[in-house]
């Protein structure tokens, strides 16, 4: 991964601690600019001397060190003591458009206000307006920065929002009147960002009359900081989660003044289980469409059941009237003269045409990793560790894949350490029985789609996975033809995540996606869904592109600590919306036909 955006974060970090404490102006523009500077080069400054380092705009000795310490340790010294000084809450304030670091000095030196929190009370008890810089048109302001960032709290990430989702399922399953608990909604279609969370508690048919108890159980979920509207059978409550610092570890829920997220619960009898799971599964597009095929088929459909129309306005359910279907969704879509269609597919992207019966691929169909790193480049594990866990998940194989040269500041192989490594693999598959280890590398696709290590060493890998790294602000037309280079590359047997998008927090490369799918099936490249909950690419509607122009998938979860294997879920979620059959999924096939498909690529 390009460095150049995390040197930039962070400069521009400092840029912002220096002013609120208050340090000389010359020092904190020296840090904007070369932020800047970082942020906007095309080149990766990880694999600059220091000459090229000081010829950028605004680079000077001092900031050309700093980058030169970060690339090697990752870190930089000074901004860490810095870090000290400042609270993290009021790091928070200057994220709040009207509070520039002038005016959170002023509210942390002279009103000893150092989060968003003691702010709103400031705010609320006027306190804030003895204090300098603040007038009652500057303080609207801010109140209104914290009203729009609370409504507009980003959409959080499926990881994340799993294990919050997890936790209140547990709670509910747990409750004695709860005969099952799932999620709904946008994590039920395994969306890669959620809005809010959708939980649905099915009562259990002999306590029929405790919804309210369970209503009162979800409400007292540890890590609910406040409750919107409860009623007798449905809640909606926020949970704060703690900030993000790990960007690539899952954090547990827990209270904090991090991001937060809605969670919205409906508990319902068996009876009409199924129809307030498919309501509430949605997505409402798909939703729509089977409402008006109830309608043309003389039914109506809502979330308490599928009813036969009478003409009378009022809903069939106040009067009622027995359902045609309502306890699964299974008897409903039948009614409607529709296989079930699984709830990744449910957006309205011609599910409705798809003749079933539906077969996408699933997590237990997944046999081997082809993406994995160990601590030769930036990962966690030894060649055995990482083929003991993957024999553990009941694979046949694993590939070692790390980095290369170009990678540096993720420890990536010169060509000979390469060679060393690749023996090392082999010797591994020697000592160990049951899983077969083979030797691969995520090779760099430099700026222009050339690879990172000759074609002789190539060929000496089981698997090349190529992927982008750096330069991910190209523009479309330069991307596309850097990507079209590498799947063209006789010995590229994946693309690894095509984009390198990061969700919530870098856009990443923009190809045509139709050019890409036609030449990765033209030439027998198969594309990765990296699993990972920050990546998911390729996302949804690009796998989807690829299946419909019939190219291989390969799913991987990228390790580089044991956890990671965990994330494969998300990348069949993913997968899964994207349609992708185990037929097509390098990882679903025995280990004869998937070995025998690498060799095939370039190797004679
Ligand atoms: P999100 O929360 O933005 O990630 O996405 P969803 O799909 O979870 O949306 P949400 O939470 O607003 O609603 C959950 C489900 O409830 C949605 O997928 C379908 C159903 N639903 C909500 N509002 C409507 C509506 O106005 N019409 C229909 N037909 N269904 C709706
Ligand atoms: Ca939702
Ligand atoms: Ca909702
Ligand atoms: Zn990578």
Known sequence: MSLNQPLADILARMAKMLDVLGEDAFKVNAHTRAARTFEGLADDVGTMSREQLLALQGVGPKLA???????????????????????????DMMELPGVGPKTARVLWQEG??????????????????????MGEKSVAKIKESIAFRRANSQRLWLGRAHDVADVFIERLKAHHAVADAVAAGSLRRGRDTIGDLDILACLRESHLSDAAGVVECFRA????????????NKCSVRVSLAHDFGRWSRTHTAEGDGPSIQVDLRVTPPATWGATLLYFTGSKEHNIR????????????????????DGIESPPHTRG????????????????????????????????????????????????????????????????????????RGFHTIAVTDHSQSSAQAGGLKPDRLREHIAAVREANRHITGITILAGSEVDILSDGSLDYDDDLLRELDVVVASPHAALSQDP????????????????????HPTGRLINRRPGLSPDIPALVAAARAHNVALEI???????????????????????????????????????????????????????????????????????????
């Open 112 to 133: 000893a206000i150092s989060d968003i929190p003691s702010l709103e009370r400031a705010i609320a008890d006027g306190s804030i307006l003895t204090l300098p810089r």
């Open 290 to 309: 089977l409402r008006e095929r109830a309608i043309a088929r003389g039914m109506t459909l809502s979330e308490w059941g599928l009813f036969a129309a």
């Open 477 to 496: 037309a330069t991307a596309t033809a850097r990507l079209l280079r590498a799947i063209a590359h006789p010995l590229v047997h994946i693309l690894g």
């Open 65 to 91: 060190d700093k980058a030169i310490e970060f690339r090697t340790t990752g870190r930089i010294a000074e901004h860490d003591e810095l870090a000290t000084r400042v609270p993290a809450g009021v790091m």
């Open 321 to 392: 009237c027995t359902p045609i279907a309502a306890a699964t969704e299974e008897d409903i879509y039948r009614a409607l003269g529709l296989p079930f269609i699984p709830p990744e597919a449910r957006e309205d992207r011609g599910e409705f045409e798809h003749l079933g019966p539906w077969r996408l691929i699933d997590l237990a169909d997944i046999r081997a990793e082809l993406h994995a790193h160990t601590k030769a480049s930036d990962g966690s594990l030894t060649i055995l560790e990482l083929a003991e866990d993957a024999k553990r």
């Open 221 to 232: 979920t540890p890590g609910v900081s406040s409750v919107l509207a409860s009623g007798e």
């Open 530 to 604: 990296n699993a990972h909950w920050m990546r998911l690419d390729l996302r949804d509607t690009h796998t989807r592109a690829a299946i419909d122009a019939g190219c291989l998938i390969a799913i991987d979860c990228d390790v580089h600590e044991p956890s990671d294997f965990d994330n494969l879920a998300f990348g069949v979620t993913t997968a899964r919306r994207g349609w992708v059959t185990p037929e097509r999924c390098l990882n679903a096939w025995p280990a004869d036909r998937l070995h025998d498909w690498l060799r095939s690529k370039g190797r004679g």
